[in-house]
């Protein structure tokens, strides 16, 4: 005899809670600097401010002080926790990069900064050459 499949029945609430959105990783970035920018506002104190209260949490200065900390903390997290899925990959190619030794990143930068030297050379050249020019066209135009 065939056993009966039990259909599991899930919560909907925790289906949606599971499933990843494509913009849900572009949200939490924007919100995450939003409240990193509002939390150095309040660290700050001279944009944005909170006024002494009868609430426990800001009836000083020192812990307006640690709530403020507190949000930029959180405003950081939330914004590592959603560029840090794109920067996975990258560092799993990482560790297949072949890196150059010592010798060969000295000999590649003096050899850059050599055509740089070169080229401004040529660039200073021509602008000796062309200043004539250019200042007999400009007492031509007056």
Same mark, same amino acid.
């Given at each position: ?31 995450? %600097? ?7 506002? !309040? ?16 009836? %000083?200065? %020192?812990?307006?002080? /640690?709530?403020?900390?507190? /949000? ?28 150059? %030794? ?27 050459? !062309? ?10 135009? /007056?």
């Amino acid at each position: 005899m065939a056993k009966k499949v039990e259909e599991v029945k899930h919560n909907k609430v925790i289906e949606i809670l599971r499933k990843e959105y494509p913009i849900e990783k572009l949200l939490l970035g924007v919100l995450g %600097t939003i409240v990193l920018i509002l939390g150095v506002y !309040l660290v700050e104190g001279t944009v944005l401010e909170i006024r002494y209260t009868d609430l426990w949490i800001f009836n %000083t200065s %020192t812990k307006i002080l /640690v709530f403020s900390i507190f /949000v930029i903390v959180i405003g950081a997290l939330a914004f590592i926790l959603a560029v840090y899925p794109f920067y996975v990959p990258s560092l799993a190619e990482m560790k297949k990069v072949s890196w150059p %030794t010592k010798s060969i990143i000295i000999n590649h930068s003096a050899r850059v900064f050599g055509f740089i030297l070169i080229i401004a050379f040529f660039f200073v050249l021509i602008d000796f050459g !062309l200043r004539p020019l250019f200042e007999w066209i400009n007492e031509l135009g /007056v």
